[in-house]
């Protein structure tokens, strides 16, 4: 919804901290409803292009379902921070609704 300081890059769907400190961090994705209950849902927060914190759903047949992640990151200046969503049903499955329930926020909790 607004990006001041032009830390979040929308080309690259990348968060860079501007300064040492604690930064929370809220991702959700809801997933169209899946046609099998093989596999599962998955949203993942990368830091640095690491996996950081991972959140999986199991997939269930005709039933939409949704990842929310929650965190505090401790970053140093520099560091990025980033959201990957995926899924292991075997079927190309996509996202549900609109920007209001996919969403990728953060914020400076504190300095260090």
């Not at 080309?11 to 093989?38: K, L, R």
């Amino acid at each position: 919804d607004y990006n001041i300081g032009a830390d979040f890059s929308v080309a690259a769907n990348t968060f860079t901290a501007p300064s040492n400190g604690i930064y929370h961090f809220d991702a959700m994705v809801m997933w169209e409803s899946p046609a099998s209950s093989t596999g599962f849902l998955a949203i993942t927060i990368r830091v640095n292009n690491s996996n950081y914190t991972t959140v999986r759903t199991p997939a269930v047949a005709g039933r939409n379902a949704s990842n929310t992640v929650s965190i505090d990151i401790d970053l140093n200046v520099g560091d990025q921070v980033s959201v990957l969503a995926f899924q292991t049903t075997g079927v190309t499955l996509g996202l549900f609704g609109s920007s209001l329930v996919n969403k990728f926020t953060g914020r400076l909790v504190m300095l260090r």
